[in-house]
């Protein structure tokens, strides 16, 4: 009987929280919750993971992409990439749609936040190549989309959806007129 | 060879339990649209700050800049939003930038898989729009956000 508790335990109990550490070069961003991991996964669009609604090419950079890591078959997802820009992975991670890679990075874990298997992408490597891909290529993608939003200042400041958004809301997302209300409290 | 069928059989059954938890289950849930990055990092400062009117203009950058966005309940569960009604562009789109920071009534598919939740919208009940008034406490959320504030 001994011998059957131990097995069911073996197989019920959830694969404990693993340390993927070892041969990260991740920087760190002096996050709470951060630890580097580096480790081999599989890119998969989540939409078509969970649901079967699976489009070619993963979405073609328009979906949320994840990492099915090889050592325990968790689904990871990498919220960010390498750039302090307010910018998200799918775009580092589409060339790679369906293949199994390797990735260092930061993960974060944070029960208190509902934060589990969220990860910062620093860099990429293809399993059959020594060369190591940084993660920091969208905003020269955003660009390339946008040639019209050309000039000076980080993009964010210029993209032509987020301006039409604050020229209709204000930068409180309330209005024009109680933007310019709270502006007036806050900076004057 | 008893003792092993037996643990053989309750490891399907048990298989099979953990296997049906990753199906999508029917809900109805309230919350804010939010910047799931921001939100879980603490980059931006503590969750309180990092929601609603304070952080409104640095949601947007974040969804236009493809980071997910989520649904924070009122529970405090966060939702990881991968569809808005017709809209499977989870990745800087259109819906989900117009809703940004907004309250949401929302009908949709629940799925969990490895300790994270997921949202499938069906259908936006009510948009509520902004109804934190967040900057009352901590201003601009992160302080540039605004130009303003930076002369």
Redesign the interface.
Known sequence: ?K??FF??AL??TPAMAQDFSEGSEAKT?N????QPARFEAKVVD??C???G?C?DNC?A????LGLVRSADN????P??NAQA???????ELLPYCTQTVEVDGLL?E?EY??????Y?VQRIRVLDSDEWVRANS?TKVWAENHPDAAGKGP??RR?P??LA??ASEG????GLVQDEE??DD??E | MKILSSALFACSVLSAAQASAAEGERISVKGEIIDTWCYFSGVMGGPDAVVGTAHHTCALWCSAGGIPVGLLAEDGTVYMVLKIEDSTDNASGDTQLRLASHVVEADGMFYERDGLNYLIVEEVVSDLDIQNLSHDSYGPVPPFAVPEADQ
Do not use: C, S
């Open positions: 009987m011998h059957l097995l069911i197989v019920a961003w996050l709470y919750a951060e989540i939409l993971e969970l649901t609604d489009p979405g950079g328009n979906r949320q968790v689904l990871v997802f919220n960010k820009a307010f910018t998200g992975a799918v775009q974060l944070d936040l509902g934060a589990k298997n969220i910062l969208w993009w964010f993209d959806r987020v958004e604050i930068y409180f997302g309330l709270i502006k806050l900076f």
